[in-house]
């Protein structure tokens, strides 16, 4: 073979490994969550052990249809996040925050925590018992979720439900907060509550 057609085959292998191997790294990237505002009632005082259950137990179970709401924590790459601490907060049935620049505070739901807080395990994996949230005033039904590693902030950022009416309809919502459809939760009716798979990538 000529030297010439030789380093024709060459760069042309060559070009076509590089191609091979980016293709996988490409189709195994993930696209990172998108962040929103953490908002004005970030608890400002939080329990010393935070617990994922927010509905409570037993006679003080808080009102409100209950929500399973797991997934896992990864890098773009699709790495665990391992010992991460994953927060939420929302509002109660009603649609009141437990927070003292809230509106209707002391009509809050006395059983709901409204804040709870769980640290992924080997496989990035978290779950949460709440409840579905609930719209008011400016605001379609959302959860607020924060991630942190340590006390560095990896994502803040909101969870909606997919299909409701209100996505698109709140004041406060066009203003300030941009829905997207990857922040929207699926629920799915489980028992007498419903269940929502939700993974974050940061």
Same mark, same amino acid.
């Given at each position: 073979?000529?030297?010439?057609s030789r380093r024709k085959l060459l760069a042309g292998l060559s070009a076509f490994g590089a191609a091979a191997v980016a293709r996988p790294l490409r189709a195994k990237s993930l696209t990172p969550t998108q962040a929103q505002p953490e908002g004005p009632y970030y608890p400002v005082s939080r329990p010393a052990r935070p617990t994922a259950n927010l509905?409570?137990?037993?006679?003080?179970?808080a009102r409100g249809i209950p929500?399973?709401?797991g997934g896992?924590?990864? +890098?773009?790459?699709?790495?665990?996040?391992?010992?991460?601490?994953?927060?939420?907060?929302?509002? +109660?049935h009603r649609g009141i925050y437990r927070h003292p620049r809230a509106l209707q505070q002391g009509e809050e739901d006395p059983n709901f925590l409204g804040f709870g807080a769980t640290t992924t395990d080997a496989a990035g994996a978290y779950a949460f018992q709440t409840i579905v949230p609930a719209p008011y005033t400016g605001r379609p039904p959302h959860i607020h979720v924060k991630?942190?590693?340590k006390q560095e902030?990896?994502?803040?950022?909101?969870?909606?439900v997919e299909g409701h009416a209100e996505n698109e309809n709140g004041l406060l919502q066009s203003l300030f907060f941009r829905n997207s459809d990857q922040l929207m939760m699926t629920l799915r009716t489980d028992g007498e509550g419903q269940r929502t798979h939700f993974d974050f990538v940061v």
């Amino acid at each position: 073979m000529h030297s010439n057609s030789r380093r024709k085959l060459l760069a042309g292998l060559s070009a076509f490994g590089a191609a091979a191997v980016a293709r996988p790294l490409r189709a195994k990237s993930l696209t990172p969550t998108q962040a929103q505002p953490e908002g004005p009632y970030y608890p400002v005082s939080r329990p010393a052990r935070p617990t994922a259950n927010l509905r409570g137990s037993g006679s003080k179970l808080a009102r409100g249809i209950p929500l399973t709401l797991g997934g896992q924590v990864t +890098d773009p790459s699709g790495k665990p996040h391992t010992g991460v601490v994953v927060e939420i907060w929302q509002a +109660d049935h009603r649609g009141i925050y437990r927070h003292p620049r809230a509106l209707q505070q002391g009509e809050e739901d006395p059983n709901f925590l409204g804040f709870g807080a769980t640290t992924t395990d080997a496989a990035g994996a978290y779950a949460f018992q709440t409840i579905v949230p609930a719209p008011y005033t400016g605001r379609p039904p959302h959860i607020h979720v924060k991630i942190l590693r340590k006390q560095e902030e990896l994502l803040t950022t909101q969870l909606y439900v997919e299909g409701h009416a209100e996505n698109e309809n709140g004041l406060l919502q066009s203003l300030f907060f941009r829905n997207s459809d990857q922040l929207m939760m699926t629920l799915r009716t489980d028992g007498e509550g419903q269940r929502t798979h939700f993974d974050f990538v940061v």
